[in-house]
């Protein structure tokens, strides 16, 4: 099997030794599952994988399925997306630049959460331009007690890009793609399905509320939560090198691009989202 070799504060890990664009056996895809369970966000270098790769590769784990914006959709494999600031005229993508630059969780306005995200980093800007992540289950441990109590009865309500953190996202889906996202409730503390540890199931991205809550105060509360789950003992920034592929929980992290490099420098990966089989 692979070397795993820890980056910070167990929340990320490298894995050195390992083609993932080879058919592996489930022996080796249950390695990755136990792997992902202790440490939530993944890196494998010096990947060479097409769309049809990454494709395979996440089936392996589980379910794809199409995202929600249309337009960064792979023309012939729709579970493959763009993540670039690049439009179809090799121009400056406006919304690619700021996009996912405020803190989420992937598809939590969905009613059936995701289980990973991977990456894969095509081009990358010349400095910086990578990508910071937030170990959800450390900052939930690291709450008040009276905290834990609290959030331990509430019910998070969230939407597409309703969250205070979501406003870059107005506008990008269709009228009949608003109908097809309706409001979801997920727990404020989640207990991951296999790992079992409790979880901060906040983002300021998609969470707009807590069931029985007044908005204000609600609003006041994913502020306070977003900014705890931040702080620098528990996070970590990717330093992106073309031929990366990097895959987070869904469920035990937050993430957002740190969109800290030149917006004409070009940035493009190919992304998918892992739903359990």
Do not use: C
């Not at 890196?43 to 996440?58: C, H, M, S, T």
């Not at 109590?149 to 996202?169: K, N």
């Not at 540890?197 to 707009?208: G, K, Q």
């Not at 789950?229 to 990097?246: K, M, N, P, S």
């Amino acid at each position: 099997m692979p070397e795993i070799r820890p980056l910070r504060n167990g929340l990320s890990a490298e894995i050195v030794g390992m083609d993932i664009s080879r058919d592996l056996d489930r022996a080796t895809i249950r390695w990755i599952e136990n792997a992902l369970d202790e440490h939530p966000v993944l890196v494998f270098r010096d990947q060479k994988l097409g769309a049809p790769e990454l494709a395979a590769f996440g089936r392996r784990l589980g379910q794809l399925r199409p995202h929600a914006l249309l337009r960064y959709r792979h023309p012939e494999i729709p579970e493959i997306s763009y993540v670039t600031n690049v439009d179809a005229e090799g121009k400056v993508d406006s919304f690619g630049v700021k996009r996912a630059t405020a803190w989420h969780t992937d598809e939590t306005y969905n009613a059936e959460l995701p289980r990973a995200t991977m990456l894969h980093a095509i081009e990358v800007p010349a400095a910086k331009g990578g990508t910071l992540f937030a170990d959800m289950r450390a900052a939930y441990d690291a709450l008040p007690e009276a905290t834990k109590q609290l959030l331990g009865g509430l019910t998070g309500l969230h939407g597409y890009s309703t969250g205070p953190g979501g406003g870059a996202y107005d506008g990008q889906l269709t009228k009949a793609q608003e109908k097809d996202y309706p409001e979801r409730r997920h727990p404020a503390v989640l207990i991951h399905p296999s790992s079992k540890r409790r979880i901060l199931f906040v983002n300021p991205m998609h969470t707009h509320g807590f069931a029985g809550i007044e908005r204000d105060e609600a609003l006041r509360l994913i502020e306070e939560l977003t900014n705890h789950a931040v702080d620098d003992r528990f996070t970590y920034y990717h330093e992106w090198r073309v031929g990366d592929l990097v895959m987070w929980d869904d469920q035990a992290t937050m993430h957002r691009s740190a969109g800290d490099y030149a917006p004409e420098e070009r940035r493009i990966f190919l992304r998918t989202i892992v739903h359990a089989a």
